[in-house]
C-alpha cells in the first residue's frame, strides 16, 4: 500500500515556474515507478510523466518535454515535477501517481493515487 500527498500548486503568472512535491507512505516506495497525471475541467486525464522505479529513467508527454523534470529520492519516499515556462495549457488538477510496473503513460496501470494539487495560470 502506498498513500500519495501532492502539494506545491497555485496561481501563477504565465511564463512563472512551479515545483510540485508528492510525498510517499509505504515502506516499498523505491520498488514503485511513479507518474504525474494532470486533468483539466471538461477532459481526460493525460500523461505528464514519469520516472521508473528501477533506474531512475524517466518518460515525458511530448509537448512538456524540456519544460518539466521529473525526479525523486527514495529515502525521503518524496517524487518531485519541475514545470518550467507555465502555459495556458498547463492549468489542471496535477495527480501523483505510483505503479508496480515499468513506465506507462496509461492512467489505468497506476495502482495508486493522491488527492491532486491545483495549478492556475494567469495571463
Known amino acids: 500500500q502506498v498513500q500519495l500527498v501532492e502539494s506545491g500548486g497555485g496561481l501563477v503568472q504565465a511564463g512563472g515556474s512551479l515545483r510540485l512535491s508528492c510525498a510517499a507512505s509505504?515502506?516499498?516506495?523505491?520498488?514503485?515507478?511513479m507518474g504525474w497525471f494532470r486533468q483539466a475541467p471538461g477532459k481526460e486525464r493525460e500523461f505528464v510523466a514519469s520516472?521508473?522505479?528501477?533506474?531512475?529513467?524517466?518518460l515525458y508527454k511530448e509537448s512538456v518535454k524540456g519544460r518539466c523534470t521529473i525526479s525523486r529520492d527514495n529515502a525521503k519516499k518524496m517524487v518531485w515535477l519541475q514545470i518550467l515556462g507555465l502555459k495556458p495549457e498547463d492549468p489542471a488538477v496535477y495527480y501523483c501517481?505510483?505503479?508496480?510496473?515499468?513506465?506507462?503513460?496509461?492512467?489505468?496501470?497506476?495502482?495508486?493515487w493522491g488527492q491532486g494539487t491545483q495549478i492556475t495560470v494567469s495571463s
Open positions: 501517481a505510483a505503479t508496480r510496473g515499468e513506465r506507462t503513460t496509461v492512467p489505468r496501470r497506476y495502482d495508486y
Open positions: 509505504g515502506r516499498t516506495f523505491s520498488a514503485y515507478t
Open positions: 520516472i521508473n522505479w528501477s533506474d531512475s529513467s524517466t
